[in-house]
């Protein structure tokens, strides 16, 4: 099994691994590996593989039969290799900080008016929202974003740790999607910003709310009667 560096470091740009297996000459499997593979709606990582001289782009990483696979541009590498890899950190951190920027968010929502969060996707350039509300208009949203980012000016230290699943489980609020109920494992990973929000997740995350910056409001969709979408970017 790939050790996820990404899980325990969220800011290792580059890592030294070893190639344990190529299929089809392009889905490479690692030692261990600072790449995030789709999922928990938060896109893959971009970067390089480069064994010696040659030069490898990752341009997909997925999670198949609990395997962490990188899809490289070329065929090349093979089992054995000592490779070093290289992340697109512009990219990763931009995810990073929309990443705990939703936390942030859903959490205030989710307190001050009890909206049940329904779907949440990354993007690079944008966080889409969904949830469920009956009361609400956009003055509602735009007063949660500005609760948000006025801790996003406060120094707020995120910290990440794992916990044993029935511990993690009697923290309120902890699962906050409606019917993501988190994998049957004993441990959960649970991404805690101190004093607003615990949430299990295997996201990647900044250190401190200081770094997320500023979020605004980008347009407010219904989906239907009590349904709503939102989406914010980071400015
Ligand atoms: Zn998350």
Known sequence: MTKALFLIESYLKESPATVISVKDGKYVILDQTIFYPKGGGQPHDTGKIIKDRAVYSVVYVGKFSGEISHEVDHPGLKAGDAVNCILD???????????????????????????????????????????????????????????????????????WYELPREEAMKIPGVVKMA?????????????????????????????????????????????????????????
């Open 89 to 159: 950190w512009e990219r990763r951190y931009k995810l990073m900080r929309s990443h705990t920027a939703a936390h942030v968010f859903a959490s205030l929502l989710n307190q001050g008016t009890g909206a049940l969060i329904t779907g949440n996707q990354l993007e690079e350039d944008h966080v889409r929202f969904d949830f469920s509300l009956e009361k609400y208009d956009r003055a509602i949203l735009e007063e949660y974003l500005a609760k948000a980012n006025k801790l996003f000016a406060t120094d707020i230290p995120v910290k």
């Open 179 to 235: 019917n993501a109920f988190p994998p049957d494992l004993p441990t959960l990973r649970i991404v805690e910003i101190v004093g607003v929000d615990k949430q299990a997740d295997g996201g990647t995350h900044v250190r401190n709310l200081k770094e997320v910056g500023r979020i605004e409001l980008v347009k407010t969709e219904n989906k239907g009667k009590h349904n709503r979408r939102i989406y914010f970017k980071l400015n």
